[in-house]
């Protein structure tokens, strides 16, 4: 899967904590454990990623 940009901290991801989640979006969108950089990333199409942000903003 290819990415247009690195992995970036999630805006939902807050404080200073360094138990983040990092995101890499482009032809779908990567998440993994900012703790666990090396252990496999969850991949997403763009539209589930963009229906689960919804989701998140409805709360």
Do not use: Q
């Amino acid at each position: 899967m290819t990415t247009s940009c690195g992995w970036h901290k999630s805006s939902y991801s807050g404080g200073n904590n360094n138990n983040c989640v990092e995101v890499a979006e482009g032809t779908a969108t990567l998440m993994r454990d900012s703790r666990h950089r090396d252990l496999a990333a969850l991949a997403f199409p763009v539209t589930e990623w963009r229906a689960f942000l919804a989701d998140i903003d409805s709360l």
